[in-house]
Structures are given as C-alpha cells and as structure tokens.
C-alpha cells in the first residue's frame, strides 16, 4: 500500500459518506473514486440511520489482539462495531502486516468504519518501525520549522499504513528530570513547549491522521505514572493558566482535532480523576474553546483501578467525553457497551447527549 492509496482511499470515504447522507446507502470504504473533493455532508442525516445499539458502541475505543486478524475476533469486531480500535506494540508487527490488520479492521464495518488509532509519538513510545522523526525531546531542540517539516514526514508514513489517529503530540511540560513525560516532552519551559506543539499540530495538518494532545491538562509536573497509580498535581486554575495550560492552548489555537484527557488529581480543580472530571470538560470547552473531539487516555490503567469500570463509563459520559479508551480493561468492552445501552434505554443517560460526541466523531472522520 503506498501514499497514494491511502489518501485516495480516504478522499473516496469521505465522498461516500456525503453519498450516504442523500440516497441511504450504507457507508463504505473505496478506493476505486478519483480524488475529488468532497461535498458537504449531511451529519444528521448520517446520525439518524444510526440504531441505538451502533450509537452507544461508537463511543467507545477498544483493544485488539495479536498482530493480524482473525476470524474471532473481526465476528467481535462486527458484532460490537466500536468507533474506534487502538494498535499498541503487542500488535505491530512487519509492515505489510501492519498495513493488512488496519485494512480487515476497517473491513469489519463496511457501513461506518472504526477508526483505527496508535501511539507513535517517537522516542521511548514508538510503535512502528522507520519512523522519520525523531522524539520530543530531539524535536524540542530543534527550530519550530523543522518540528512542523518532521511531523508532517512522520503524519505521512503514518498514514501510509492506514492508521485514521495518531495520538500524538504530547504536550506536557516537563520542569524537572524525575517526571515521568521527561523522555517524553518538547521541554520544560511552558513558552517553548507550546511553540513546538504548534508547530507540530500545523505540521500534520492535511497529512490524512488526525492528532491528539495530550495528557490534558498536563502530566509533566508529576514523577508518578498514572499507568501505576493516580498521580496528585497541586496547581491552582490561574497558575494552570500561565504554565501547563499554554501548550494546550497553543494547540487548540493550531486546530488539533483531538485532545486527550490524562488519568490525574487535580485536587484544586475537582476530586475525581480528570480523565472524567466535568471541570476538565468544562476548561476545554469553555475557557479553550475546544470544539472537537475529547477522548480519554486508557481507562483500565491502574490510576482508576479502585474505580469501579461500568462507573467509570457514566462518569465520563456525564463529564462529557466523546470517547473512551479501553486499551486494557477490568470488563470485558462489550459488556461496558451493554451497560451503557441499558444506562440509556433507562433514561439514566439521553439519546441526545450521545448525539452531541456522535455529531463531532462523524465530523472527525469526515475532516481527515
């Protein structure tokens, strides 16, 4: 599969969801169109062919196992039709493998198909092989121009393996060299940080992935890993504001599609983990201006284990999140999906506040 492929293949998606939206046909991969540029798309009329059963699971980003797949798991895949699967570095393995399990995720629902996301950020957290970039903290070195040349380079061998997300940028400050993002981060002055996260969110901009920054509303300050436990930031909102807010406030204003929510106590903020706290939501939204996509980081790291995972699920979806990462997880997906198909068949959770994350998911996977 090479570059041209996959843009073609994406620009024909786009045109036949605008197809969709006019004549009812079901929503299909293609890349036998010209590239043309798509007409606009009726969103609603997208969302109302949707049953409750495909709203509810849209929501929700899940695991895949192995490294290609397999005739149990595309049936899970087709019975379940999540809105999104994440490849970790279990699950890469030769090139063309990587390419061929992207492509039968795809495959696996025709009508609307899930968006299939990875980790390459470079550095210590690179999943896939030849990256061309280097990590952030080689890249928080470097001019803004050269940041915004090598994320691109790096969005488009990304994409040339299918991938839809890529989350990536991190855009934490990390102040000292005990943080955990130190390998991970453009750097430790806040300033500085943002430019380059500018940079790189302008950089993929058009490459065919969409990006997330990430781990709002910043991890750096702290030496504990939320993948072991909940790390506890003391950082009043005004003092946000001036130093880990820049970052991703720089992003926002740069069009990053995506942000992602970290697994962190902002005690000063609220008492829940701010991968489900509607303050979170709520500065994002409000004071950023945020208008895409929120997803959580993973929710079956150890940072939420004494959290209780089906409530976990109605805690985001009350705080507003979009969407909600399992890439590990203490129930199985598809029960989380019951749960909150019955939540709303209750009248527990509205129709309508699953159409708001469903109105910007479908816009996402337009605009790539």
Known sequence: MNRRDVRVSRRAFTGVLATLATTGLPIQRSVSHAAQPAPEVDVEAVLARLSLAEKV??????????????PEYADRLSQLRPGGVILLGPNVGAPNEVAAFVTAIHATNPDLPPLVAVDEEGGPVTR?????????????LLPTAKVQSLAHARAEYVATFGFDVNFAPVADVAYTADSVMAA???????????????????GVAGAGVLHAAKHFPGHGRAALDSHVALPEIDLSLDDWRQTDGL?????????????????LLYPRWDDVPTSISPVAVDMLRRELGFAGLIVTDDLGMAALADLDPFA?????????????????????PADLIAHLQRR??????????????LRRLLRAKLAR
Request: net charge negative; aromatic share 6%.
């Open 57 to 70: 699971a849209q929501l929700f980003i899940i695991d895949a196992p192995g490294t290609m797949m397999t």
């Open 184 to 202: 991970r981060s453009f750097g430790s002055d806040p300033a500085a940080v943002a430019a380059k996260v500018a940079a790189y969110v302008r």
């Open 247 to 263: 970052p991703f406030r720089a992003a926002v204003a740069a069009g990053v599609p995506i942000v992602m929510l970290g697994h």
């Open 344 to 357: 709303v068949e209750e009248g527990a959770v509205s129709e309508a506040r699953l159409d708001e994350s």
């Open 128 to 140: 896939l092989p030849a990256d061309p970039a280097p990590g952030a903290v080689e890249l928080g």
């Open 312 to 332: 976990v699920v109605d805690r985001a979806l009350s705080a507003g999140v979009d969407l909600l990462l399992f890439a590990t997880h203490a129930a199985d």
